[in-house]
Each structure stands twice: as C-alpha cells, then as structure tokens.
C-alpha cells in the first residue's frame, strides 16, 4: 500500500507526513485545527505550495482579494489562468461545511468565485458537507441540516449564474458521491490521513478526505477534463493535496485540481487569531446594521493610541486595526482611497472610531445587498433546482469515474 512519504511522481510530495504540525513551530494548521500565531510563508514550505507571483496576480480577474495578496499562494495555478485566458472550460470549487450561520469570513471565496465567474465563465461547483460537520461538531443530523438550509440561502444569494454553477450536498447527492468517494478511498491509508490531518476521532473522519477529494473533481467528473482551482483558506490545502495524490493513483480521467490559497480573515479581537469556529464574536450575513455597529464598536481590535491626545501626536497602526484590515481584506476596493485612509489613521488625522465607522458603513452595505438577495428567494427547493446536478450530468459523473450506477440511472 502506498505510504505517505512515497509520493507516486516526483513533482508532488503532497502527503508530506510533517505537513501539518511540526514541533518546532508554535503553531498548528489544519483542516480540524488552527492554533497559534499563523505564519503564512512558514506555511507554504510546510505544505510545498508556492507565492502567486507578479505575473499571476496580474492575469487573475481584477479583485482586491487578488490584489493585495489575501489569496497569496496556490498550486497549479498556470493552468487555471491558461484555459481563463483561452476560453476554454475551466472550474472553481468553493465549498462550505454547515455547521452554524454563515459569518463574513465565509463568503470570501464564494464572492470570489462569483467576479470570476462573471469575468471569464468559470464553472463554479459550491459542496455543502454536511456530513463532515455532522462528524466533526458535537450536533444532531437535525441541526446540521437546519445549517444546511440556511447557508444554501445565502450561497443563492451570492448570485451564480445557473447555468454553469452546481451546488451538491453531500448526503442529498450521495446517489453521486458516495460511490466516487469509495473509489477515491481506496488509496487513502490510515497513515496518510493520520499523516495530514492529524489523529481523527472516528471512522467517519477518517473517510471524509476521500468525499471532499470527490467534490474537488467533480467538475471535471462531470463535464471532461480541465483545470479546477479551489480558493480555500490554508488550512483547507491538506483536502487538496490528498485529492492530487489519490486522483493520479487511481488514474482517473482528471487534471490533478490545483490551490489558490487564502489567509484567514482576522478575528474582531485581533491579529493572530482566526475568525471561524469557537465563541469569537463575529458578524453574520443576517446581521442588521445596529448589530453590525454593536459588534465592530464593541469588540473590534484596533490599532489607536491609549489617549487621544497621543493619537493625533503620533497616530494608529492600520496593519493591527481590524476595521482597517476589514476595509482592506474586502469592503474598500479602490487601491488609491484605502491607501488616504491609512496615511490619515498613520498620521493621527483618522481616529480609531472613525475607521469603525467607516467599516460599519461599508460591511452593512454589502450586507443589505446580500440581504436584499437572500429575502427575495422563493421556496429554498425551488431555488436549488437549477443548480442541481441534472440525470445525465450524475450519469456521466459515474461513468467517467469508473463507478457506473448498477440500475442505469441515478435517483
Ligand atoms: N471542508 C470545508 C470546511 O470545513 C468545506 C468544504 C467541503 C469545501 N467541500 C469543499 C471547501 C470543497 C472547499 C472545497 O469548511
């Protein structure tokens, strides 16, 4: 059986038995655990990803995310950008994990993977893995699917465009993935799992990597080769390279899916801790503009001065003021005006409430557009139906994939 250190081709030592924790670093990053204070270049020799260089930054879609390097790194992005430049099919796999009301964090990729859809027709696939939070949190199937209803809202809400968008819930569309993601485990050891994320409490975690290793090839599955990016934040790499090393061993009729790697959105309380799980106050899509305002005024880091007399004399730090990383990460897209904003913080002008001001301007724009989208929703069936994997698209899915349903048709 293939062992984690043997990778199969030389360019790939994806399952790197040390990825995920070493002892001499402080900090641990994986799909199940984040701790310490992250440091994101450490990260890539880690993981054997690489910095998105000039060239590439300038041939991806134009976005602030892209821009100022808040996806900084990736794998195999050349052939992503190649077949965007040439029109020819390419992907994105952005998926969500169900296990609470989706927070802005959240919607990072999913915003993402909209503008470059609009920008180059990129088929977008967005996997709800319900089963792996039924895993992983301590929460009944019930509430799980509770999530599950909810954070399809608001994927629907981001606006995809039907027609090459596909949203797949993992137990709702298991008629598909289950039997791929049992081809998939074939080649997946108990030692590489243990290898890459760490001991796993049960069974099923244990086989989940070989379903979100499926939701990453689906698109090709699907609809025939060709490149799929998957915009994910770091701690989510270890799925991606499992599914490079186990799709070229199973020599499915694939492109190994490749990485556009992203930093974690900042904690409201500040620089070094991540926003998701956990009880860290965050802000949710549903929140309304006075909860936006309590939440920023009350508990965002920033990066004033004890005094307001020493502020003005010698100002804030806009690189540890969460408001300001809020603007920059995503709510102020002009280059030239956010740059006025941190000169004014930097030299006293701007006030530490002012940049909370101006963030809770910006977020509760963009959350009463998102809002004005997820309320204007009809029945949640309804409104999934054009996004779901059609018969002939789960046929064909099968077929390539070597696992073709025993009644010949699926559902
Ligand atoms: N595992 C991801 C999470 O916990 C969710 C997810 C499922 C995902 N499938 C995916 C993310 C595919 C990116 C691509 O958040």
Redesign the pocket.
Known sequence: MPNPTDATDSTDTETNPEASTTDADEFTVT?YAVSGEVDYEKLLERFGATSLTDDQLDRFPDHPMIRRRTFYAGRDVNEYLEAAESDDPHAI?????PSGPMHLGHVLSLYLARRFQRETGTTVYV???DD??YLAKDQSFASIGGHTRDNLRDVLAVGFDPENTRIVIDTADADVIYPIAVRLANYLTPATVEAVYGQQDTVGLQFYPAV?AT??LLPQLVAGRQPTL?P?AVD?DP?VRVCRDVAAKESLPVEKPGALLGRFLPSLEGPGKMSSSGDAPSIELTDDPETVAATVNEHAYTGGRATLEEHREKGGDPSVDIPFQYLRFFFEEDDAALERIAQRYRAGELLSGDLKELAIDRITDFLAAHQRRRDALGELEDELEPFRLANAERCRALERAGVPSVSGRVR
């Not at 796999?93 to 994990?97: E, K, L, M």
């Open positions: 799909p796999v952005t998926g969500r994990g996997p709800l893995s792996e939070k979100q939701h990453l998957v994910i989510q799925h």
